[in-house]
């Protein structure tokens, strides 16, 4: 059973800043894309930010040049770096490895909470 710790929420004030981390406790090497996920109250988890095992990325509407995702394969962790954050980010952030679509490979972990208010 592959377990995924994230981490590194917190409250932060509207223009802030946040690096989100998820240690996976598998190799990631070969898993060809890993993601950020997000889940606001009353609302469907959505997809945010995937990162390929190439490096290419890809970025939901709502975070596109706010969000950046990496991953360090040796360390089989990914990072989500969130700047200019705006309430609208408050959510619980986890991440996973999307594949076929809406499925992903493995069960979700505890999430880490991000709240943006003043």
């Known amino acids: 059973q592959v377990q995924l710790v994230e981490s590194g929420g917190g409250l932060v004030q509207p223009g802030g800043s946040l690096r989100l981390s998820c240690a996976a406790s598998?190799?990631?090497?070969?898993?060809?894309?890993m993601g950020w996920y997000r889940q606001a109250p009353g609302k469907q988890r959505e997809l945010v930010a995937t990162i390929t095992s190439g490096g290419s990325t890809n970025y939901a509407d709502s975070v596109k040049g706010r969000f950046t995702i990496s991953r360090d394969n040796a360390k089989n962790t990914v990072y989500l770096q969130m700047n200019n954050l705006k309430p609208e980010d408050s959510a619980v952030y986890y991440c996973?490895?999307?594949?076929?679509?809406?499925?992903?490979?493995w069960g979700w972990g505890q999430g880490t909470r991000v709240t943006v208010s003043s």
């Open positions: 598998t190799s990631i090497f070969s898993i060809n894309a």
């Open positions: 996973n490895a999307p594949y076929r679509g809406v499925l992903v490979r």
